[in-house]
Each structure stands twice: as structure tokens, then as C-alpha cells.
């Protein structure tokens, strides 16, 4: 009898294996694509240690201040962003609505102020093909700003479904007890922070390296 109890315990648990493999497709990739991204990230962090440690003259320009206003950006739009999920749980698309324009504008700004602290680095005489840590510092904050507009066209797109849904009564209806779209929302929220993430590492590897 202990026997078949232990087994109708065990039977009621899932391995690793087959928890992976409840994991929808288009979330498992979105999952892999991070990793991807996770792993490009470090490499070229790891060779701009290594270009800016074997320069034959060390680096003698700051870094932008925009990029520390950019992190406080950053910050502030993951914040909004993370409610999104939970007012989409509590049937409310008008504050889930306010949640994704807080965070398309940030994240706007954001590249916005990345963009300006490209012309503050050239202004100092700063260039793409100069210094390797001016080259480094083009190409990963360039890399980042390129995944962000994936971000912002993919947060602009379920605006338009929550503002087009919020409006009509049925389409309310329908789309807070649609499975997919919660999917889509928490796939939202966790790549934003993963940029966010992301960005804050960049941050501090610039912060102290230059």
C-alpha cells in the first residue's frame, strides 16, 4: 500500500524535461533568443576588457552623462512595465493602457538620449573607428538601442490591441480571457527587464572601464 502511495505522489510530478516541454514555442524561443543575446553581450564585453586593457593608449574620454540618465530611464520604464501584467489580471485595460505608454515613452526617450550621447562622444572627438573603447562603446550601446526597438514595436502593437479592446465592452471581454494574450504580455514584461538588465550591466562595465 506505501509503495502505491509513493507512486501516485511521484506520478503527480512532472520532470524537468516535461515542464519544458508545457512551455509554449513562440515563449520557449523568446527564451532561447535571450540566451542568444545573453551570450553575444558577454562576449563583446569580454572583448572590449581585453581591446581597451591592450591599447596602446589608455582611454581619456568620460562617459556621456546621458547614459546615466538613460539608466534612471530604464529603471523607471521596467518599473511601469511590471505592473502591466498584473492590471491586465485585475480586468483593468485602462491602467494596463497608461502602463504601456509610460513605458513606450521612456523607452522613446531613452533612445532618444542614447542617440544624443552618440553626438556628445563625437563632439569629444570620439569615433566609431578611433579608440578601441570608443568603437566598443558605439557598437554594444548601438546593439542595445537595436533589441529596444524590437521592444517598443512589440509594446506599440498590444497598445493598439488594449486601446482598440478598451473601447468596445465585447473586445474587453474577449481579449482580458484570451490565454494568448496574457502570454504576450508576460513575454513583454520579461524581455523589457531583461534589457533592462542588460543595459544596467553595460552601465557599469562602462562606468568603471573608461
Known amino acids: 500500500m506505501k509503495s502505491e502511495n ?3 505522489i511521484g506520478a503527480g510530478r512532472m520532470s524537468s524535461f516535461e515542464k ?3 512551455v509554449p514555442p513562440v515563449k520557449m524561443l523568446l527564451f532561447v533568443t535571450m540566451a542568444g543575446m545573453a551570450m553575444l553581450f558577454f562576449m563583446l564585453t569580454a572583448m572590449f576588457f581585453f581591446k581597451n586593457a ?3 593608449t589608455p582611454s581619456t574620454f568620460n562617459l556621456p552623462k546621458l547614459f546615466s540618465v538613460s539608466t534612471i530611464l530604464i529603471l523607471v520604464s521596467g518599473f511601469s512595465m511590471h505592473q502591466v501584467p498584473f492590471h491586465y489580471g485585475q480586468d483593468d485595460l485602462i491602467s ?3 502602463g504601456l505608454l509610460w513605458s513606450l515613452g521612456l523607452g522613446l526617450v531613452f533612445s532618444l538620449a542614447q542617440i544624443v550621447a552618440w553626438y556628445e562622444m563625437a563632439s569629444a572627438r570620439v569615433f566609431f573607428d578611433g579608440h578601441p573603447a570608443g568603437t566598443f562603446l558605439y557598437l ?4 542595445h538601442l537595436l533589441h529596444i526597438a524590437g521592444g517598443l514595436a512589440f509594446a506599440s502593437y498590444l497598445y493598439v490591441k488594449v486601446n482598440r479592446a478598451s473601447k468596445d465592452p465585447i473586445r474587453s471581454l474577449i481579449f482580458n480571457r484570451d490565454p494568448y494574450r496574457l502570454m504576450q504580455v508576460q513575454m513583454l514584461r520579461s524581455y523589457w527587464h531583461f534589457l533592462g538588465i542588460i543595459w544596467i550591466a553595460l552601465y557599469f562595465v562602462f562606468l568603471f572601464a573608461l
Open 6 to 8: 509513493q507512486n501516485k
Open 140 to 143: 554594444l550601446s548601438a546593439l
Open 20 to 22: 519544458i516541454e508545457k
Open 96 to 98: 494596463m493602457k497608461k
Open 54 to 56: 591592450d591599447a596602446a
